[in-house]
């Protein structure tokens, strides 16, 4: 969990996704509330995923007497493609009868940046914020309580957009999209090191656009770390091969330190390239099973490939499964799925 105070508002980052998670952002906004001199008693949940603990969440604090508004682009754009869509839905029709006219739930595609869902101070006098532990939430978070500047929203649709989008906005934007890119990867030993991490981060960007330039300076060792990184995806990818038809497969096994959204560009610039394939020896399942394989379809293949069709059936996105799957063109898998089902599933595609 992420939490700290933008101007004078408490502000937790989470994704709820468990009965814990519930607790957590209970607890948050009771103690913001002990803690407060603020004028309402107004939660803004943005950004925030729209799960069960979620939606359970904000039913407790209604009950509790605070007003929840909620903002978010993850409403399911077409007809539902997965049992997750499914229950994003449930969830919206929950919500959106508790809360009446405190509920916007639009897509990515109308609004690619949340803090287009919110004006500059709106949420000033706010008792707290819940919002999605990324790039996104924070930039929402800030225009909320009143911290913006000129292209805030271009660069926030750029933030929370493909890998490599994130770093093409404004010097300012760069300064955190390169210290998002050179986080420590997840690392179940040392759990909450990515956290703490992060937390720093998002805090020095917050002082760095109020124009604090000490913060700058710190921001920018990040920069130069991301800089060596892409350096390294450009030695790896070269090595990369092609293990299916358009399918492009990079071992990174030895070599850990990369920077991911340059290796992806890298591989889809490849002729043909429609997947791409990175063998790891992190991330969630790694650490469960020893490898990794993340799947990614490019962009003008994505109406085509959809992952969920190679998955043997009644399969659940579950890491101790070997297998996460929220997202049509994103697939992490242990090495048993990937060789029984993805790998076969890939070279039959038509
Ligand atoms: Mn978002």
Same mark, same amino acid.
């Given at each position: 969990?992420?939490?700290?105070?933008?101007?004078?508002?408490?502000?937790?980052? =989470?994704k709820?996704?468990?009965?814990?998670?519930?607790?957590?952002?209970?607890?948050?906004?009771?103690?913001?509330?002990?803690?407060s001199?603020?004028?309402?008693?107004?939660?803004?949940?943005?950004?925030?995923?729209?799960?069960?603990?979620?939606?359970?969440a904000?039913?407790?604090?209604?009950?509790?007497?605070?007003?929840?508004?909620?903002?978010?682009?993850?409403?399911?754009?077409?007809?539902?493609?997965?049992? %997750?869509?499914?229950?994003?839905?449930?969830?919206?029709?929950?919500?959106?009868?508790?809360?009446?006219?405190?509920?916007l =739930?639009?897509? %990515?595609?109308?609004?690619?940046?949340?803090?287009?869902?919110v004006?500059?101070?709106?949420?000033k006098?706010?008792?707290?914020?819940?919002?999605?532990?990324?790039?996104?939430?924070?930039?929402?978070?800030?225009?909320a309580v009143?911290?913006f500047y000129?292209?805030?929203?271009?660069?926030?649709?750029?933030?929370?957009?493909?890998?490599?989008?994130?770093?093409?906005?404004?010097?300012?934007?760069?300064?955190?999209?390169?210290?998002v890119a050179?986080?420590p990867?997840?690392?179940?030993?040392?759990?909450?090191?990515?956290e703490?991490?992060?937390?720093?981060?998002?805090?020095?960007?917050?002082?760095?656009?109020?124009?604090?330039?000490r913060?700058?300076?710190?921001?920018?060792t990040?920069?130069?770390t991301?800089?060596?990184?892409?350096?390294?995806?450009?030695?790896?990818?070269?090595?990369?091969?092609?293990?299916?038809?358009?399918?492009v497969?990079?071992?990174?096994?030895?070599?850990?330190?990369?920077?991911?959204?340059?290796l992806?560009a890298?591989?889809?610039?490849?002729?043909g390239?429609?997947?791409?394939?990175?063998?790891k020896?992190?991330?969630?399942?790694?650490?469960?099973?020893?490898?990794?394989?993340?799947?990614?379809?490019?962009?003008?293949?994505q109406?085509?490939?959809?992952?969920?069709?190679?998955?043997?059936?009644?399969?659940?996105?579950?890491?101790?499964g070997?297998?996460?799957?929220?997202?049509?063109?994103?697939?992490?898998?242990?090495?048993?799925?990937?060789?029984?089902?993805?790998?076969?599933g890939?070279?039959?595609?038509?």
């Amino acid at each position: 969990m992420i939490c700290f105070p933008i101007r004078t508002v408490p502000t937790l980052f =989470i994704k709820g996704f468990t009965a814990d998670d519930v607790q957590t952002i209970l607890n948050f906004v009771r103690k913001a509330d002990s803690n407060s001199t603020a004028r309402t008693r107004d939660v803004l949940f943005i950004d925030t995923p729209i799960t069960g603990p979620t939606v359970e969440a904000v039913h407790k604090l209604k009950a509790e007497g605070y007003r929840v508004i909620y903002r978010d682009h993850h409403a399911v754009e077409g007809e539902p493609a997965s049992d %997750r869509d499914r229950q994003v839905i449930k969830a919206t029709e929950k919500l959106r009868q508790n809360l009446g006219s405190d509920c916007l =739930i639009t897509t %990515r595609g109308l609004h690619p940046a949340c803090s287009t869902l919110v004006s500059v101070g709106e949420f000033k006098d706010a008792l707290a914020i819940v919002a999605d532990p990324d790039a996104d939430g924070l930039t929402a978070a800030m225009k909320a309580v009143g911290i913006f500047y000129e292209g805030m929203d271009e660069d926030a649709a750029k933030l929370d957009g493909q890998p490599s989008l994130q770093v093409t906005g404004t010097p300012l934007s760069q300064l955190l999209a390169k210290g998002v890119a050179t986080l420590p990867t997840y690392d179940p030993e040392k759990h909450d090191e990515r956290e703490r991490a992060q937390e720093r981060l998002f805090a020095r960007w917050v002082s760095a656009v109020e124009g604090d330039q000490r913060a700058i300076d710190s921001l920018q060792t990040g920069v130069t770390t991301y800089d060596e990184a892409v350096l390294a995806s450009h030695e790896i990818a070269p090595k990369a091969r092609e293990v299916a038809p358009g399918v492009v497969l990079a071992d990174v096994m030895l070599t850990p330190f990369f920077d991911v959204g340059t290796l992806l560009a890298l591989l889809e610039d490849r002729p043909g390239c429609k997947v791409t394939v990175i063998k790891k020896g992190n991330g969630p399942i790694a650490a469960l099973h020893g490898v990794q394989y993340s799947l990614a379809v490019a962009k003008p293949y994505q109406d085509e490939i959809k992952f969920p069709s190679l998955l043997p059936p009644h399969a659940k996105s579950d890491p101790s499964g070997g297998i996460i799957s929220n997202l049509s063109f994103l697939l992490h898998v242990n090495e048993r799925v990937w060789n029984e089902y993805i790998l076969p599933g890939l070279r039959n595609l038509p």
